[in-house]
């Protein structure tokens, strides 16, 4: 991909693709489904078809081996139709199965990721508790080793797809005497596992994506499906992070980009005082903002999926310039999303309002990205750390 964001003609085909299909098969579905809250059931089976499910994955596991780039081009492209979805497409094969396959052991990720692949398979990461949010270290699920297997108790909470997930990878603590040192990863099977319930969160944005409380009452696994080693949680965790936050920086741009092609629309349409509102210069001031806004946040998103892609090492974290690049990505096109959408809306007047058009949804849907995958402040944080470390000598 050139710095001009010319894509190459696989790219653009892979966008193509998976729009047609998102509004063909997609669309027409949305808004029942937003208002119910109902997350299409064969959506993971449909992404299978177009072969955009674990689209780094190696063709070993049934990936098609592409990059961060390919990743992010698809999120955007289906959440130009659902912001929602294309989350909790991100939740599944980048948070869960993509960071597991980073971390597990060869037979079991030759037992988990060819079904992620074919959609048999919805996935959820399990970080967030009820009192630890942003402090993640703070956590306290515990795992404690018995015989041959583990048993965990406690619970997390905001947790994208865990109504539907039938795969999880989550965080607890195996050893809470070291603090941040004594945290271990873990995978089983939600719909299969005995102690495990999960309660279906309500919202009023980001419907269609199931979020759930999860709690694990003397819940046992085997102890083969810790992942990445005893009281190695954290950089299974942080490790993940930076492919998190880029890929899912697409949803909001998709959402921005729909704003802005449903408000230029309207705008062009709607009569007032006898002609369009796109001739009166203040509503040609929000569509000029809504696409320097878009445009900025895709720069942010594809330079740094682009920087990641060149790397062997594509974990990032704490003293990376891919850590900063990510944290910027979100955290700009998170704040611009909810400005855009905020825009459109006040563009549609009244009709923005109601829930047959689009646009509601799409501003609904982005306030989360201010808050998801680490809140606005602690981007900053990360940002401003990582510029402050004493070896930053990289270009600005």
Avoid at 153 to 164: A, D, E, L, Q
Avoid at 170 to 189: N, V
Avoid at 313 to 324: A, F, P, Q, S, V
Wanted: hydrophobic share 35%; charged share 25%.
């Amino acid at each position: 991909m050139a710095l001009d964001f010319t894509f190459t003609e696989e790219q653009r085909m892979l966008e193509d693709n998976v729009y047609k299909w998102g509004m063909s098969w997609l669309e027409p579905q949305m808004e029942h489904a937003y208002e119910v809250d109902e997350m299409p059931k064969d959506i993971f089976r449909e992404l299978a078809k177009l072969g955009v499910n674990g689209i780094v994955f190696e063709e070993k596991y049934g990936g098609t081996a592409m990059g961060y780039v390919e990743t992010t081009l698809v999120y955007e492209t289906i959440s130009r139709i659902s912001n929602a979805l294309s989350m909790t497409v991100g939740a599944s094969q980048t948070l869960a199965f993509d960071n597991f396959r980073r971390n597990a052991s060869e037979k079991h990720k030759l037992q988990v990721l060819p079904k992620s692949c074919t959609g048999e398979l919805i996935g959820c990461l399990g970080i967030t508790e009820p009192n630890a949010g942003s402090d993640a270290m703070g956590m306290t699920t515990r795992a404690v080793k018995k015989g041959d297997r583990y048993i965990i108790n406690g619970s997390k909470i905001f947790i994208t797809n865990g109504p539907v997930a039938d795969f999880m990878l989550f965080y607890a603590k195996t050893d809470p005497e070291k603090g941040p040192h004594g945290i271990s990863s873990f995978w089983f099977y939600p719909k299969k596992t005995k102690g495990f319930s999960c309660e279906k969160i309500k919202k009023w944005g980001m419907r269609t994506s199931p979020t759930g409380l999860l709690t694990f009452e003397d819940m046992e696994i085997p102890e083969d499906q810790l992942v990445g080693g005893l009281n190695k949680g954290v950089a299974v965790l942080t490790g993940g992070l930076c492919t998190e936050r880029i890929t899912l920086t697409a949803c909001s741009l998709g959402s921005q980009r729909s704003c802005l092609e449903l408000s230029l629309k309207y705008a062009k349409e709607r009569v007032q005082f006898g002609k369009p509102i796109a001739s009166f210069q203040t509503i040609q001031n929000k569509l000029a903002d809504m696409y320097c806004g878009y445009k900025a946040s895709r720069w942010l998103c594809y330079s740094a999926a682009a920087y990641c892609d060149t790397l062997t090492d594509k974990r990032g974290g704490k003293g990376t310039d891919l850590d900063r690049m990510a944290a910027a990505s979100l955290l700009f096109a998170g704040e611009m999303g909810t400005k855009i959408g905020l825009d459109a809306i006040q563009i549609h007047g009244g009709y923005g309002y109601c829930t047959e058009y689009g646009v509601t949804r799409h501003f609904l849907d982005q306030k989360l990205w201010e808050i998801g995958a680490g809140t606005s402040e602690i981007r900053r944080m990360i940002i401003a750390r990582e510029l402050m470390r004493d070896d930053f000598r990289s270009g600005l």
